[in-house]
């Protein structure tokens, strides 16, 4: 039986594959709206879809997907226990950054994503998730190297919530001390979990 939850992502996935606010719209080959179990208490959200993403119409499956996956195991969850998507749902030529007016385009569909799934804990990842999601929930924003690793208490429409800021897993692809404090912090968040930052989510 498809729940409520269910419609509200099939219908918002319908309206971001025929979207043309942006002029992404006229590069990509797919749009990637995200995946992942609804009934979580914890969403993951990066900046936009690279190569692989576009090709696949799904999140993190290239070269960066990969160095979630082992963000999550050192987490101790499963990745399809979680909601993983991107602050932009197309991906940028030559997988640039995401621009402002890209992001601004993109926001409502993140803001249907946040009042569906309704997490406890959010996981920015990159600078651009950090920053939009800070201001978007009133905290003020500030460089990812300063507020990385710990959460942050803010209110969503529906609720309070942990924004927990982590470097995007692809600066681990070329910097190995970034790599090492991206897993670092990865730490920091299981201990965080586990300690009873949601009450319905405990990593192992």
Known sequence: MVGEQDKRMEFLAKRVAGCTRCPLSRTRTRSVVGEGELNTCIM??????????????????????????????????????????NIVKSRPPDNRAPRREEIEACSTYLDEQLDTIRPKVIVSLGRFSTKHLMEKLGLKPAPISSIRGRSHDALASYGPVLVFPLYHPAVALYKNEMEKELFEDARCLRKVLSGGATSDFSAP
């Open 44 to 85: 993951f959200v990066g900046e936009a879809p690279g190569y692989y993403e576009d090709l696949q119409g799904r999140p993190f499956v290239g070269a960066a997907g990969k160095i979630l996956d082992r963000v999550l195991e050192e987490i101790g969850v499963k990745r399809s226990s979680v909601y993983i998507t």
